[in-house]
């Protein structure tokens, strides 16, 4: 059906084209009977006439219908008209945050991409509580307006043409792969289960690109692309602007960690520990509790799985151990599923697994928490005196205090804290230590504990440590892993899994 302005589809009367992608195009319409202009998406005859499609899109588009979000594009209707599925959406007057960027990419400053992101992350979460995932979040997907009093609006769209998790796999029966690949997470490229935290991974991608102007996995080719999601270590901020703090680094490496196990469990912890990083002495203080929605974890991404650090080869990683049979696709096929990935994005219900998904990892036989199996796991810890020590990229000490979330961990797995440095009144944690010369009050039968990110952190060795440390009786313990030290220093609801699957195994190798 030609589209051409005075054209009406559903009653709406088509004013003119304003986008377009490999699912359809976008209109800007008159509404039937309000005095409103609202954002008409057309798909393509081909995928209207697909009944599998047309089943998904009438389910999936009526599940967005029911947000109601202040940044989330709202859905208003949707129909068909002359064999084309249509959808009616809330139009956004200004630009999205791709074509800001390419505008002008010195406009987006980091704290306008975290400010963006935050908002994006918003309402993510929401959609996320209510079992719907995204599964194509990428900047050109964030709407910008400047029309919400002295503060730009940021909206997130193109939801409504969704995948539901009843589908086990991320490639439709014809082998169109619904995303875009530059932001996809490596269990979606691989065909695995997804749920929450695949859109927390994509966010992650989008504010990288936001704040480098550069994708995570810059390659010209596609499977480039996708090997380095499902293989390369994540990528390193400060490689592209030197400037950004350190601390940044070790974000985006949690952030994007190829087990989703290790990611940040909601995007608000996400943009929060963005925050951290990049204004000094900001501690956001909101509610990081656990979420309400279920996190089923399938079999390939057990707790046991590792994520390679920086220094970790090309070929590392852990990805689906089938990622790469789906790598043998022909560049005939990749060039295929990138021209579908340039479409109109799509939302997915979280609710559920598939019967032929993987089972969700569980203890049956297991008693107590995790961290009281870790206890009762390692009888060496019992009685052992540590004393964990913070060295920035600067190469400066700080020791963490005892009665602080970090140290309560240590000392739940039945290691005593080193009693010379616990924390009084509101005194802010870790301490600096002032002098160069000052050793640490440590005894020889003890251990410290060295978070490190430091210029010669990596491997994990002692080479670089300053001599407050490496001048200590007791026995040092490097800790250099990004995903490791991102967990201590921004304490989050996943930072206790974390700190059990990563460093745990450290200290059993090291604590006698």
Excluded at 130 to 135: T, Y
Excluded at 331 to 341: D, E, I, S
Excluded at 445 to 466: E, Q
């Amino acid at each position: 059906m030609a589209m051409s302005p005075g054209t009406i589809v559903g009653g709406y009367r088509i004013i003119r084209k304003i986008g377009a992608g490999g699912m359809g195009s976008v209109f800007l319409a008159d509404h039937p009977s309000l005095p409103r202009t609202d954002a008409l998406k057309i798909l393509s005859a081909e995928l209207s006439r697909d009944p599998e499609f047309r089943a998904r899109f009438e389910r999936e588009a009526n599940l967005a219908a029911g947000l109601d979000h202040p940044n989330i594009v709202s859905v208003y209707n949707r129909g068909e008209e002359h064999g084309q599925l249509w959808i009616a959406m809330q139009y956004v007057e200004g630009t999205d945050a791709a074509a800001e960027l390419a505008r002008d990419p010195n406009a987006m400053t980091p704290l306008r991409a975290l400010r963006i992101t935050t908002e994006v992350g918003k309402g993510l979460d929401f959609a996320h509580h209510r079992g719907l995932l995204h599964r194509d979040v990428k900047p050109a997907n964030f709407l910008l307006s400047e029309t919400y009093g002295d503060d730009e609006r940021v909206l997130l769209t193109d939801f409504g043409v969704a995948k539901s998790t009843d589908d086990a796999s991320e490639l439709t029966q014809t082998g169109s792969f619904l995303a875009t690949i530059a932001y996809a997470p490596p269990e979606q490229l691989a065909g695995g289960h997804l749920d929450h935290r695949a859109d927390i991974y994509s966010l992650a991608c989008a504010f990288y690109k936001l704040l480098t102007n550069q994708n995570p996995y810059p390659a010209t080719q596609p499977a480039m692309v996708m090997m380095g999601h499902l293989h390369e270590p994540p990528p390193r901020p400060t490689s592209v602007r030197p400037g950004l703090p350190p601390a940044i680094d070790y974000v985006i490496a949690r952030a994007m960690a190829k087990n989703p196990n290790e990611r940040f469990a909601t995007c608000r912890e996400f943009t929060d520990a963005v925050a951290a990083a990049l204004v000094p002495g900001s501690h956001p203080t909101g509610n990081h509790t656990s979420p309400t929605y279920p996190i089923q974890t399938p079999a390939q991404w057990s707790s046991s799985a590792r994520t390679e650090a920086f220094t970790a080869p090309a070929n590392s990683g852990s990805a689906p151990k089938n990622s790469k049979r789906k790598l043998t696709l022909s560049f005939g096929a990749l060039a295929a599923v990138v021209a579908v990935a340039a479409g109109i994005g799509i939302w997915a219900s979280g609710g559920g697994s598939p019967a032929s998904a993987p089972a969700p990892t569980t203890s049956t036989q297991a008693t107590g928490s995790p961290i009281e199996q870790a206890r009762a796991a390692n009888p060496a810890f019992a009685g052992k005196t540590v004393l964990m020590v913070d060295v920035d990229a600067d190469n400066k000490v700080a020791t963490y205090l005892g009665g602080t979330l970090p140290t309560k961990f240590l000392e739940d797995l039945g290691l005593i804290y080193n009693f010379n440095y616990t924390k009084t009144g509101e005194e802010p944690s870790p301490r600096p230590v002032t002098t160069s010369s000052e050793r640490l009050d440590a005894a020889e039968d003890t251990y410290i504990l060295a978070v490190r990110s430091d210029a010669k952190a990596g491997g994990g060795g002692l080479l670089g440590l300053p001599f407050q440390i490496t001048g200590s009786r007791a026995t040092v313990i490097p800790i250099d892993d990004p995903i490791t030290v991102t967990a201590i220093r921004t304490w989050t609801s996943s930072s206790e899994q974390t700190l059990l699957s990563r460093l745990v195994p450290i200290l059993q190798s090291r604590i006698k």
